[in-house]
């Protein structure tokens, strides 16, 4: 079966400190990735996707995802954390010639310690 | 105002009732979607529609309706609710095609008593 998974529920670190949120993916074909953010009481923000070309996405407010094909992950980092960025993530799979099939993870809640 | 609005933000039923969530966008997008977001699920696709008048299952269809009589309109109902349909739903919609991005609404925190 085709799935997206976040292997941490939430991650905490301390401000200033790089981060990273995980997300790998099992599907077939060439997949487009995405990465979305939800602040409380707010709709999912568009962050970065990446769909061809440089493994190495950057996106808003800083981050920035690698594609790896070979460990089919697609992780989120951002070199120095911001309180501002504690919110819940979404990693997203969307699947070629399905535009109906998006598939999204489960969220990574991150928490960054002031 | 230019977006993607959802009404009410707040909505508190009883079981059995019928139930209409709004979605309406203003870009003219011709995809648009509805998901529901739960603890331990994230978000899954209940419904969605490539265009005016075509409209399509998801991951969780059951007890939910759709229309789209209009591009910038989107209603959810849940036919008889159920206290399973507690949840937030969000509207998202987007241009076209499967690289593009999607613009979700604020949601629609519905509570069934």
């Known amino acids: 079966a085709q799935s997206v998974a976040q292997p941490e529920d939430q991650v905490n670190v301390a401000e200033g400190n790089p981060l990273t949120v995980k997300c790998t993916y099992s599907v077939s074909g060439n997949p487009y990735l995405f990465w979305y953010v939800q602040y409380p009481n707010r709709g999912l923000q568009f962050l970065l996707k990446y769909i061809t070309g440089d493994n190495l996405v950057k996106g808003s407010y800083g981050f920035e995802a690698e594609f790896n094909k070979s460990q089919t992950s697609f992780h989120l980092k951002k070199p120095s954390a911001l309180v501002s960025d504690s919110a819940l993530y979404f990693c997203a799979v969307r699947l070629p010639n399905r535009d109906d099939k998006i598939i999204f993870g489960k969220g990574t809640r991150l928490h960054i310690l002031p | 105002d230019a977006g993607i609005t959802q009404s009410p933000r707040y909505k508190i039923t009883e079981t059995g009732r019928q139930v209409t969530l709004m979605c309406h966008q203003t870009?003219?997008?011709?995809?648009m979607f509805w998901y529901r977001q739960d603890l331990g699920h994230g978000l899954r696709l209940i419904y969605y529609?490539?265009?005016?008048?075509?409209?399509d299952k998801g991951e969780v269809p059951d007890g939910y309706v759709v229309s789209r009589s209009k591009t910038e309109n989107f209603p959810l109902t849940l036919e008889s609710a159920t206290r399973s349909q507690t949840s937030v739903y969000f509207c998202?919609?987007?241009?076209?095609?499967?690289?593009?991005?999607?613009?979700f609404g604020p949601g629609t925190r519905l509570t069934v008593l």
């Open positions: 529609s490539a265009a005016a008048d075509i409209t």
């Open positions: 870009w003219s997008h011709s995809y």
């Open positions: 998202a919609s987007n241009f076209a095609g499967y690289t593009d991005t999607q613009y």
